[in-house]
C-alpha cells in the first residue's frame, strides 16, 4: 500500500504504478492532456492532487477512490470532503476594463504541440509588453513555473479555464509597478546590483551553459546544497531555467535574475 495525500505529486503516482496515468485521465477530460509525453513532463512534476481536482472539478475523494484500486491509500482523510471550487474567481477589473488592442495573445498550443518549450518566446513577448498593456498566454494548462517567475518581475497572474484544453492566463503589472520604469521596480530582497555587492567576496561560481538537459538543473541544486551560510551562488546559464524557480521556492533560496539575451542568463542564489 502506498500513502498519499493532498500534496502528492502526480509525477509520484505515475512513477509508483504503470496504470495510475490512464487511472488519472480516466476522472476527468481536462486529464487527457497528461498522455502528451512533453505535457506530462511539465505538468506532472509541479502539480498536486488538490490541484488536479480544482483544475478538472472533481471532488478529492473521488481522486483518492479511483487511486484505491491501485493500491493508493488516502492519509489525512479530512480533506477527502473537499469539494472542488463552484466559481471560478472573476477577471481583476483592471484587466476586463481594458481595450482589445490592450491585451496580446499568445497561444503558445502550436508550439508545444511541435515539441518544443515555449518559454524563450514567451519572454520576448513579455519584454516587448508596453505599459498599461495585458498578455494573454493560451495554453492547455495553467503554467505555474511561468506565473511564478513572472511574479518577481513585477507581475500579476490569473488563469482562466475555458474547457479541458483551453486555459487563459493573464499577466499584468501589478499597480504599484505599472507607474514605474522597468530598471525600478523593486525586486524582492533587493535589485541584481545591490545583492552582487553584497555577495561579491562570498560568491561561488557555476557555469551550466555547457551542459545538457537536465543536468543544469541537477547540478545547481547539488552546488545549493554545499552552500555555506552568508554565501552566495553565482550561475551562468543559457537560458532563464523556469522549472528550477519552485524548487528554490520549496528550498527557501531567493535569487535575482540578470537575463542579458539569448543564451546568457544570470542568476545569483542565496539565502535571503
Excluded at 37 to 54: E, F
Excluded at 89 to 100: D, G, I, K, M
Excluded at 138 to 154: D, V
Excluded at 189 to 208: F, H, K
Aim: charged share 25%; aromatic share 6%.
Amino acid at each position: 500500500m502506498i500513502p498519499i495525500d493532498a500534496n502528492t505529486k502526480i509525477a509520484f503516482l505515475i512513477n509508483q504504478h504503470p496504470d495510475a496515468l490512464e487511472a488519472i485521465v480516466s476522472l476527468s477530460p481536462h486529464f487527457k492532456k497528461l498522455r502528451n509525453p512533453l505535457l506530462r513532463k511539465l505538468m506532472a512534476s509541479r502539480t498536486t492532487i488538490d490541484t488536479a481536482c480544482r483544475v478538472g472539478k472533481i471532488p478529492l475523494r473521488l481522486f483518492f477512490e479511483r487511486l484505491a484500486t491501485l493500491g493508493f491509500v488516502a492519509t489525512g482523510t479530512n480533506a477527502t470532503d473537499k469539494e472542488p471550487d463552484a466559481e471560478p474567481r472573476p477577471l481583476p477589473e483592471a484587466v476586463r476594463s481594458l481595450q482589445p488592442e490592450k491585451v496580446v495573445d499568445l497561444d503558445v498550443r502550436p508550439i508545444l504541440g511541435s515539441g518544443v518549450d515555449p518559454l524563450e518566446r514567451i519572454l520576448q513577448e513579455v519584454r516587448k509588453l508596453s505599459a498599461g498593456h495585458v498578455l494573454k498566454v493560451i495554453n492547455s494548462f495553467e503554467p505555474a513555473p511561468l506565473i511564478l517567475l513572472l511574479k518577481r518581475q513585477g507581475f500579476e497572474a490569473h488563469a482562466v479555464h475555458l474547457d479541458a484544453d483551453t486555459v487563459e492566463t493573464y499577466f499584468f503589472r501589478s499597480s504599484e509597478s505599472v507607474s514605474m520604469p522597468k530598471s525600478e521596480r523593486p525586486v524582492p530582497g533587493g535589485s541584481w546590483e545591490e545583492i552582487q555587492n553584497r555577495y561579491a567576496a562570498s560568491m561561488t561560481r557555476l557555469d551550466v551553459r555547457g551542459m545538457e538537459m537536465p543536468q543544469p538543473m541537477f547540478a545547481i541544486l547539488d552546488a545549493l546544497e554545499g552552500l555555506e551560510a552568508g554565501k552566495a551562488l553565482f550561475v551562468q546559464h543559457k537560458r532563464v531555467p523556469v522549472f528550477l524557480l519552485p524548487e528554490l521556492e520549496e528550498r527557501g533560496i531567493d535569487y535575482v535574475l540578470n537575463d542579458r539575451g539569448e543564451g546568457d542568463v544570470q542568476m545569483i542564489l542565496y539565502r535571503n
